[in-house]
Each structure stands twice: as C-alpha cells, then as structure tokens.
C-alpha cells in the first residue's frame, strides 16, 4: 500500500456504500482518527424498513460492544436451537443461546455512533475528541474510479443529475452483493443466480394464536423437507423494543423457483408489472403471487410456520446468489472490498453481518499497525472463501438433495463454529 500506515498520517477513507458494511467500517477508522465519507446511492437521508433479522454472532457482538455507545438493548437471546416434523412435533433439540437483532435496530444505532443520527431506536452519543470526521452523503451514486496523485479520485451522479467527485487516500468497497465497486474494478464476476429464492417477513408475536408463539418464544426454529427449508427467531420490535408482546418473529423461508420458470417469474414481478432483479421490497409483493405462496405454505409447512407464513403483511423476497470476488484489494491497495462486496454468502451461514463486522474491525487493526498486511488478507480472504463456499455446500444440500434430518442438523452446527475456532485450508488462505 503507498502509504505506511504505522505512521499514523491521519488518512481520509471514502467508503462506498452507507448500509451496516459501509457503516461498520466508517465507525471502526473514526474511532482511530481517520477521516470518513460515506456514499449512499439511496436517495433519502437514512434507509429503513428493510424488514430482515440478523442472527448476531460474535463478531456482530465485539463490534456492537466495542463501536457503540447508545445504552439500551440490541438483541432477543434465543435459548434452545429446534427442529420440527411436518406435524409441528419438536423432534430434535439443542440448549444453545443465540442472539438476534433487527436490520433496522442494527442500523440505527451505527448511524447514532457514526454520524449522530437522533432515532425512536436510540439517542446519538456525543461525540468524542479522538474521533475522526465523519460525513454521510446519500444520493450519490459512483460512476468512475481513478488514481489521483498518491489518492484516488471517485466520481458520483445523483438522482437529480447532479454529477461530481471527491478525492480520498483510499476507497472501501461496501455496496453490496452488485457492488459497483468492484463492476469498475472486476467487471468479470457476476452474480449467479442459485435456483430457489428466500420469502421473508415478520408478524408481531402478540399477533398470532398462543400455540405458535410458545413454539417460537426464545427458540432458533427449523423445518425441513425437499426442496424446503424455513426457519424462525425472535428479533426487536418497533423502535428496537425487546419487551415481550412487542418482539417481532422473523421467518426466512427458502423454496426452488427454477431458473426461467413462470413461478420465478410470478414472484419477482412487482404490484407494479415490474421485473425485480434480486430483491422484492416490503410491501412490492404482488398480491395474487403471494395467495399463492401461502396456500403452498399451507400444504407443505407445519401449522406454526403456515400461521406467521400466512399472517405477514408485508413479505419480501430474495433471489439467492453466488458472487466472490478474487481479491480484496485493487490499486496497489488504494481500494478495498469488504463483506458482500467482496462476498455474498448465501443465508444459510447467517454470517453476512459478522463477516461486515470482522472485515471492519480487522482493516481497522491494519491500518493502525496492529496486524501485518498479509494476516489481514488472510483472516478477510481465508472467511470470504471457507464461509462462502460452506453457503453454496448448504444450500445445495438443502434445496437439491433429499437428506435425512441429521445431515441438516449437522450442517447447521458447523455453520455455528465461532470465527476463531475455524480452521480454513489453504486454497482459502492464499494470497
């Protein structure tokens, strides 16, 4: 990298992508007195609704207990890991705290630390003298990336056709799976579709009959059968609220819609007539393709899983996907992808946010001098190729194969194995 980064040169990050990976390391180079500007493509000053709950491992944890200073709660523990028959008997279990949180939550408590964003989720702090400057720009859509000098120039459009372009040390790639980052960069890869799609919502718990809750009170819940997977969990409310009643069971539920089948078709189409790519938003669903999916619900689920199935108002849905990126860096280093830019697991692990979160705090570690340059390619590559690539063996196995209950369960506790306790091959090291 040009610049030596044990020298403590107060150095300006320009970091594309304002969601919880652009924010994530926004929040870890602030912390250590570098300068930050964020570039949100999203017209609107903040991003809400979107709906998801986060499965929070460790690495989402350390980064909240390290970068956070909003006093209130962030996640529902869940207790006990569970799977169902087709009958809602529970016929496996495992006593296992897990924690969750809501996408909204997450996020508005970094934009609190990052950049003081007043929210109903929490009170921004004040800042600290140390911190770094730090700048949130939405409606900035990057076009073009140039080396300037000894930085690298970024070149943006709004909505409105406004057009500039800022010039920093170095650029952090955090937009995503179709991250525009690496387009520029490494125009070659592609997102892939996998062939099924995650239908996801969430009902309000106080919302549905007293049976189905007590099966998804506090416990990490699983179905599978061919073709089939859904699972459930507890995540934060309204506003972030965590008091019973209040609490939100989220639902992801996995189910094969062939590639070029009308059935994909159907269900990415908007209200509207408009073809979605990858993402359903909240509320776009059509309505008929949804009837449709609650009475397969109904035939194909357990009773609990076709109740919250059934009763969310506003579904969204996502086409599954494969993307991983060769490399973490590009231009001598002036630019660096991290989690989904760099790669998109697919859900199965439920490590998308830790992988932002790790990938934050270990470049962070870099550029302060606490880690070599070769450990933090390594620790980032070594997570975005092993986890990546136990995403695809899962849900291949999942969506693709017919397994008897045990290989799913088994599958499961290795996707849980901490971060740190991995042990990743070689071909995942390699730099």
């Known amino acids: 990298m040009a610049t030596q980064m044990h020298e403590k040169k107060k150095l300006h990050f320009i970091i594309v992508g304002g969601s919880l990976g652009g924010l994530a390391a926004g929040l870890a180079l602030k912390a250590i007195g570098h300068d930050t500007t964020i570039l949100e493509r999203n017209p609107t000053p903040v991003l809400e609704e979107q709906g998801a709950g986060i499965v929070a491992g460790g690495d989402t944890l350390q980064f909240f207990k390290k970068y956070n200073r909003c006093d209130r709660p962030i996640a529902v523990t869940s207790h006990r890991r569970q799977y169902l028959d087709r009958d809602g008997n529970v016929v496996h279990k495992e006593d296992m705290e897990q924690n969750m949180t809501s996408w909204d939550l997450a996020y508005f408590l970094m934009r609190a630390n990052y950049d003081g964003i007043n929210s109903e989720h929490c009170k921004a702090p004040s800042p600290e003298a140390t911190d770094g400057m730090a700048i949130h720009l939405h409606d900035h859509n990057v076009t073009e ?62 919302s549905i009959s007293e049976a189905t809750r007590e099966t998804f009170s506090e416990r990490f819940t699983f179905f599978h059968c061919r073709g089939v997977q859904i699972l459930a969990y507890l995540i934060p409310g309204r ?193």
């Not at 372009?165 to 997102?191: F, N």
């Not at 009773?303 to 973490?328: H, R």
Request: with cysteine; hydrophobic share 35%; glycine share 10%.
């Open 145 to 206: 990336i140039k080396e300037d000098g000894q930085g690298v120039r970024v070149f943006w459009k709004t909505s409105r056709g406004e057009e500039g372009s800022i010039v920093g040390d170095i650029i952090i790639g955090a937009d995503g799976p179709s991250s525009t980052v690496r387009k520029l960069l490494q125009p070659g890869v592609e997102r892939a579709y996998a062939g099924y799609c995650a239908l996801r919502g969430t009902i309000r718990e106080d």
């Open 239 to 431: 506003n972030g609220s965590v008091d019973r009643g209040q609490r939100l069971i989220n639902f992801v539920y996995y189910t094969n819609f062939p590639e070029g089948s009308p059935e994909l078709e159907e269900i990415m189409t908007d209200k509207h007539g408009k073809r979605r790519l990858i993402t359903m938003p909240p509320g776009m669903t059509d309505p008929n393709a949804w009837e449709k999916q609650r009475q397969v619900a109904r035939e194909r689920l357990p009773q609990p899983f076709a109740e919250i199935v059934c009763g969310t108002k506003t579904p969204f849905v996502q086409a599954v996907t494969d993307v991983i990126s060769p490399t973490n860096e590009y231009l001598n280093g002036k630019v660096v992808l991290i989690g989904d830019s760099l790669a998109g697991f697919r859900p199965h692990t439920v490590a998308s946010t830790s992988q932002a979160a790790f990938d934050a705090m270990i470049f962070a570690d870099y550029i302060e001098g606490k880690v070599s340059k070769e450990k933090w390619k390594k620790e980032t590559m070594g997570f975005a190729r092993y986890i990546q690539k136990r995403g695809v063996d899962m849900g291949n196995r999942s969506q693709h194969e017919d397994l008897p209950l045990e290989e799913h369960i088994h599958d499961r506790n290795v996707a849980s194995t901490p971060r740190e306790k991995e042990v990743y091959p070689d071909w995942a090291t390699a730099i």
